[in-house]
């Protein structure tokens, strides 16, 4: 019996015997990682590399082939970091305005591990970058457009007549009339076709200043034309001064110059008549339009695609700095139409906006939630009003004096021109107002009762441009994709 209630020797011995096996269990686990470690040290002791671990041929095959996947991995990352770099200075080249990166003379620029390379040979970089991505990238253009060589030849009959006059000599019946003087028309035929005037397509064309003896086209091929269509129809001088797509050109008020601007960012000063480039603007950007001040051939604006009209005077100390910059707009500039107190400017924002020259501040802004973009306006001859081509197919009318209201009367349709830059344009006297068609057809429109008078069909795409002789009663101008300038009467 046990001295204390309770207990038992049977207990005791028990929890002896699971002490003992506890101990056993711990001492076989103590020498199984003993021999794990001892076997494991036979290929990572510190005595011997890693490297000598027995490889089966599988492993071999494995490891080979992961090496050859990373430096592949590796090269194109190289690669990649390269043309990362080469983009950069690029991009460098862009502007130089304060929100544009700028370098110093003295910098340097790591292209890769291996060579080291001074902003004085960025230019060779790129050049090289771009000849790798293609020939005619916009880049290329960019950086090599200004070294392109102007230059000009006359194709015409003679220069001069027999009595040494100039082949621009305003013809003698042709000085004493007055534009508008007489009641105009609408044309019905086609009385000579220019073929192939521009084989890319015309973007435009403009008439001699009050004569119209001479006709100046550009086209998508890079050129300038001036043509002959008084008494001869022939093609006078070629100009060839832009690597890509000529996109506006204008005459000053005597005609004796005219400026031009294309896709290359080049705008170019040319003279008329021996073809000699008198001046050149590198822009930055692309210019869209651009227009002469009516008082003033010294100075002229231009319409870039960055929303921006620059103003340009040739007889400042440095011609090539604007001497005003207009940026009130928010969208690209579309279309530029000038007068003696300031200029009126269209762009993709959808809005019109009137401006004074020099100052950067519009007088008003026209602006309309149910508006489309409006790629060409012009002024009426005779009255205050200006018409609009809209993108909406059709033509408004808004008064250019006073509060510039919307005249919603005078509305124009049955033309289609959406998606396309078409022009507009007058008879001299405006009593007929007229537009390209994006289906091949010039429009003729009555200005006071607004009806279509005449619809001529001239080809199977789009006319782009159209101008109206200032001095004939019905002779027009008409030219478009086809490439061929169609002179109707």
């Known amino acids: 019996m046990s001295i204390i209630q309770g207990y038992s020797s049977d207990s005791d011995e028990d929890s002896k015997s699971q002490e003992q096996q506890q101990q056993q269990q711990q001492q076989q686990h103590h ?29 071999r095959k494995a490891a080979t082939l992961f090496e050859e996947r990373y430096r592949q991995e590796q090269a194109l990352h190289d690669s990649a970091k390269l043309k990362a770099k080469q983009l950069k200075l690029r991009r460098k080249k862009k502007g130089v305005d304060p929100w544009t990166s700028y370098s110093d003379d003295d ?5 890769n591990e291996s060579l080291l390379v001074t902003t004085s040979a960025k230019e060779q970089i790129v050049e090289q970058t771009n000849d790798d991505e293609g020939k005619n990238s916009d880049n290329d253009a960019d950086n090599n457009a200004i070294s392109f060589n102007a230059t000009s030849q006359f194709v015409g009959t003679a220069e001069t007549d027999y009595q040494g006059r100039s082949f621009m000599r305003i013809p003698r019946e042709l000085k004493d009339k007055v534009p508008g003087q007489q009641e105009c028309f ?5 009385i000579h076709t220019f073929t192939k005037a521009h084989p890319k397509g015309v973007n435009k064309i403009q008439f001699f200043p009050k004569s119209g003896h001479l006709l100046l086209s550009c086209g998508n091929d890079g050129s300038i034309k001036l043509w002959s269509v008084y008494n001869a129809y022939e093609l006078l001088r070629i100009y060839k001064g832009h690597k890509l797509a000529v996109k506006d050109i204008c005459f000053n008020s005597t005609g004796d110059k005219f400026l031009s601007c294309s896709y290359d960012n ?7 008549e021996t073809g000699e480039v008198l001046r050149t603007l590198q822009l930055s950007t692309t210019p869209n339009a651009l227009r002469f001040h009516p008082n003033n051939d010294s100075e002229f604006i231009i319409g870039l695609s960055n929303h921006k009209i620059h103003h340009y005077d040739l007889n400042a100390l440095r011609f090539q700095d604007p001497v005003q910059i207009y940026d009130h707009h928010v969208g690209s500039i579309n279309a530029l139409m000038t007068t003696n107190d300031g200029f009126i400017s269209t762009a993709d924002d959808k809005t019109v906006r009137v401006w004074p020259w020099r100052v950067n501040i519009p007088t008003k802004v026209v602006s309309d939630a149910a508006l489309f973009s409006m790629p060409a306006l012009k002024k009426h001859p005779r009255s205050n009003y ?37 022009d507009i344009d007058f008879s001299p006297d405006g009593k007929i ?4 068609d994006s289906k091949g057809y010039a429009f003729f429109w009555d200005w006071q ?23 004939e009663t019905s002779k027009v101008a008409i030219a478009g994709v086809s490439g061929d300038i169609y002179y109707c009467d």
């Not at 794990?36 to 000598?52: F, G, H, N, R, V």
């Not at 910098?107 to 292209?111: A, L, N, Q, Y």
């Not at 080049?266 to 008329?272: G, H, K, M, P």
């Open 449 to 471: 009762s607004k009806k279509l008078v005449k619809k001529l069909k001239l080809s199977n795409v789009p006319i782009k441009t159209i101008a109206s002789h200032p001095l």
């Open 186 to 190: 609408v044309p019905k035929n086609v």
């Open 266 to 272: 080049l705008v170019r000063l040319w003279n008329t």
């Open 433 to 436: 107002i007229m537009s390209g």
């Open 107 to 111: 910098e340097v620029v790591v292209v």
């Open 386 to 422: 200006i018409a609009l081509q809209s993108m909406d197919n059709s033509i408004k009318v808004i008064s250019s004096t006073g509060k510039y209201k919307w005249n919603k009367k005078k509305l124009f349709k049955g033309h289609h021109c959406a998606g396309y830059g078409i």
């Open 31 to 59: 020498q199984y990682h003993q021999q794990q470690l001892s076997d494991t040290s036979k290929y990572d002791s510190p005595d011997e590399p890693l490297a000598k671990k027995p490889r089966t041929q599988l492993d």
